[in-house]
């Protein structure tokens, strides 16, 4: 898979601002919106906030949304399909299942919850076919469990599902996955302060024609060079509650990475940034990786999403500034994250 940064398309289709997916037979825009957020659970989010923050994604090129039923239990799903819905020219749409799950076993992911949860996101997006569905970060031997994917096989043959991929947690679990032919998507944490997907995961989904949606590329905001140590996050963020990984894996807040930690490494990679924002930074670093598909940056306001969309036609890093970053995370980040996902 290409990943030119040109502005004509190139044989495999991909443009400066969009890259194929040969699984999917789709292109997809490389900077998406993740739409975690719009389910209110990073702190408040009105309503009309949250629509108004698809809208003005989608104004400013996006053309694929990340969504999950468990996004303020089907808020964000069903915020998605509204927004979708009225525009005139549908947003590709990616969903999840499996987070509710509970307890969240590998003998809960059977055929019969398997649709349930599935039917429950057509009716909260208000589609007959779901673009993607991913299995949401299951326990690691779902991946080899081939009943759930002959599941998957057959609501692609029903016309319920154009396709389905996976989330995943570990380098691991993606390798598994990438193998089974059916997968057409791998979505993983892949940011300045997680380079391990980029030994063996990366790699194997180019070679196989599988696409990778790399989300929290800003390490749950740490990247975006806005915090400080005297930071405090709502006590219904994550950011609050799940730093030691009290409610799900630690490794989806601020990357896995000690908060004082991540601030070191933050100071240094303001310098490699130079006149640039940090996020773009990040952001761009993400979207410079050969590759990788599509970026998921969430938004909670028009405005962050203008400025996350806007990074797709930002000027490409130098290789100066790329090798300033692999030594940052070899420096602070690596000892701590890189031999656990």
């Known amino acids: 898979m290409s990943d030119t940064t040109s502005t004509t398309s190139d044989p495999t289709g991909d443009t400066a601002t969009a890259r ?6 789709r292109d997809l825009s490389v900077v998406g919106l993740g739409c975690w957020q719009l389910g209110a ?3 408040e989010v009105s309503e009309s906030d949250a629509s108004a923050t698809v809208v003005a994604a989608l104004d400013a090129g996006v053309t694929f949304l990340d969504t999950a039923d468990v996004y303020g239990d089907g808020r ?4 998605v399909g509204a927004v979708a819905a009225a525009r005139p020219e549908r947003p590709f749409v990616a969903t999840k299942a499996g987070r509710r799950a509970d307890p969240h076993v ?3 992911f059977t055929e019969a ?3 349930a949860w599935v039917e429950r996101s057509r009716q909260n997006l208000g589609v007959d076919t779901l673009d993607l569905v991913q299995l949401h970060c299951p326990p690691s031997p779902v991946y080899s469990d081939d009943r759930v994917f002959d599941v998957l096989d057959a609501l692609v043959d029903e016309g319920v599902l154009a396709a389905y991929g996976v989330s995943v947690e570990r380098c691991d679990e993606a390798l598994t996955a990438i193998a089974r032919p059916g997968v057409a998507t791998v979505q993983i944490i892949l ?13 194997a989904a180019q070679e196989a024609g599988v696409g990778i949606i790399a989300r929290v590329p800003l390490a749950s905001g740490l990247l975006s060079g806005r915090y400080d140590a005297s930071t405090t996050f709502a006590e219904n963020d994550h ?3 799940n ?3 009290q409610a799900f894996d630690v490794g989806e807040t601020f990357s896995g990475v000690p908060f004082d930690v991540g601030l070191r490494a933050v100071e240094e990679l303001r310098e490699v940034a130079g006149e640039r924002p940090l996020a773009e930074l990040a952001l761009r670093w993400v979207v410079d990786t050969p590759g990788v598909t599509t970026v998921i940056p969430g938004a909670r306001n028009p405005d962050q999403a203008r400025r996350n969309a806007a990074v797709m036609t930002s000027a490409p890093l130098t290789d100066d500034q790329r090798r300033a970053v692999r030594e940052t995370y070899d420096r602070h980040v690596r000892p701590v994250v890189h031999d656990r996902w």
């Open 191 to 203: 940011n300045a302060f997680r380079l391990k997907p980029l030994d063996e995961v990366v790699p």
């Open 41 to 43: 659970d990073w702190g």
């Open 239 to 241: 950011r609050t509650y």
């Open 113 to 115: 919850n398997l649709r």
């Open 243 to 245: 730093r030691e990984g």
């Open 76 to 79: 964000s799903e069903r915020i």
């Open 106 to 108: 590998p003998e809960q």
């Open 20 to 25: 194929h997916v040969p699984r999917l037979g």
